[in-house]
């Protein structure tokens, strides 16, 4: 019988547990940031690198240029080519500025 009423707690307060561990998550996630406009000016899939004509990086404090990013997936570089317009997200990576999201701009 104690053991059916202990059961019987853990089933009642299950969901209360998990829904604070959901909004726990979603708090902790990174805050959406706005994406960058850039043009794709060259691709380096040897080297997993891509140069961008971009627009102002204001969590990098960048202004535009163009410039070469790493990318955190190789894929990514399959996304785009040259002289496509895309959107993008870089961060400083173990001190490499490196481009977290990428799509072509639809
Ligand atoms: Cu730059």
Same mark, same amino acid.
Request: proline fraction near 7%; charge should be neutral.
């Given at each position: 019988m104690k053991t059916l009423l202990l059961m019987t707690a853990? &089933?009642?307060?299950?969901?209360?547990?998990h829904a604070e561990?959901? *909004? /726990? /998550?979603? !708090? !902790? /996630?990174a805050p959406t940031q706005a994406m960058? !406009?850039? +043009? &794709? $000016? *060259?691709?380096? *899939?040897?080297?997993? *690198?891509?140069?961008l004509k971009h627009? /102002?990086?204001?969590?990098?404090? =960048?202004?535009? =240029?163009? =410039? &070469?990013? $790493? +990318?955190q997936q190789p894929a990514m570089l399959e996304t785009a080519g040259v002289g496509d317009a895309v959107l993008f997200n870089a961060e400083r990576v173990n001190g490499l500025l490196t481009i977290t999201t990428l799509q072509k701009t639809p």
């Amino acid at each position: 019988m104690k053991t059916l009423l202990l059961m019987t707690a853990l &089933v009642l307060t299950h969901p209360a547990i998990h829904a604070e561990s959901l *909004k /726990a /998550a979603s !708090e !902790e /996630a990174a805050p959406t940031q706005a994406m960058t !406009e850039a +043009v &794709v $000016r *060259k691709i380096d *899939k040897d080297a997993g *690198k891509i140069t961008l004509k971009h627009g /102002a990086i204001p969590n990098l404090d =960048m202004p535009p =240029m163009t =410039m &070469v990013f $790493r +990318v955190q997936q190789p894929a990514m570089l399959e996304t785009a080519g040259v002289g496509d317009a895309v959107l993008f997200n870089a961060e400083r990576v173990n001190g490499l500025l490196t481009i977290t999201t990428l799509q072509k701009t639809p």
